[in-house]
């Protein structure tokens, strides 16, 4: 149980476009899911915060209007980086905590990798 | 604000030996919950242990145990019997059991890369 998913697993875009990344609980509902930014041999950067059906809370430092976060239902967020650049080239990884699970407990996608062109 | 140490970057261990990550942290909260999550080259963060404060009792999950020294704010991470998968980065993380404006988000350290001879 406590699976989580994430779509892509890598993609590489140039530069300008957008990418849009879905994170899913596949077998609970996710009441807060979380975003991260890894970069090589380094920790996880949090990035925002998001509850279902409400405006994600974003971590200072990171842009609101670069990293689009929408958290539509209790299994689905999903980011969108927009007019990407290569700057922005990282590891992106969601987490979920939910309902009817032990709620101190984070359980992790597993990552999508943005490489930009 | 809290933080969280790692002050191994890297550690190695020979395969059936026992090894030890340190993590320390740093709060003002009496109530909280402290973790750690493998990280192997697939990069999926993968529960290792958690541990609530409230409780003294260090927590234990198989061949990976802790040992929870509160009042030192120590949190370190025991692994008996070492195997070839263990081989991973480890991170120490922590979440206030206090809802706020970081939604009990966790606080993770840098991290330490285990590796394990054969």
């Known amino acids: 149980g406590a699976v989580v998913s994430q779509h892509p697993s890598w993609v590489i875009c140039k530069s300008g476009t957008s990418v849009k990344i879905e994170c899913r609980s596949l077998d609970f509902q996710a009441t807060t899911m979380f975003w991260y930014r890894q970069f090589p041999k380094q920790s996880l950067m949090l990035m925002a915060t998001?509850?279902?059906?409400?405006?994600?809370?974003?971590e200072q430092g990171v842009e609101k209007d670069k990293f689009l976060i929408n958290h539509a239902s209790l299994t689905l967020s999903t980011l969108t980086v927009t007019s990407a650049h290569p700057e922005d080239s990282s590891f992106y990884i969601c987490s979920a905590r939910g309902l009817a699970l032990s709620t101190d407990t984070q359980y992790f996608g597993p990552g999508t990798r943005l490489t930009v062109l | 604000a809290q933080t969280v140490t790692q002050s191994q970057p890297e550690m190695s261990v020979q395969e059936a030996e026992t090894v030890t990550l340190s993590c320390t942290y740093d709060?003002?909260?009496?109530?909280?919950?402290l973790f750690w999550y493998k990280q192997p080259p697939s990069r999926q963060m993968i529960l290792v242990i958690r541990q609530e404060a409230y409780k003294q009792q260090n927590a234990t999950e198989n061949r990976f145990s802790v040992n929870f020294q509160k009042a030192a704010k120590s949190f370190s991470l025991k692994i008996s019997d070492s195997q070839l998968g263990d081989a991973a980065m480890y991170f120490c993380?922590?979440?206030?059991?206090?809802?706020?404006?970081?939604?009990?988000?966790?606080?993770f350290g840098k991290g330490t890369k285990l590796s394990v001879k054969p």
């Open positions: 709060t003002s909260e009496s109530d909280y919950y």
């Open positions: 998001s509850n279902e059906g409400s405006k994600a809370t974003y």
């Open positions: 993380a922590y979440r206030s059991a206090y809802y706020g404006g970081s939604q009990g988000n966790l606080i």
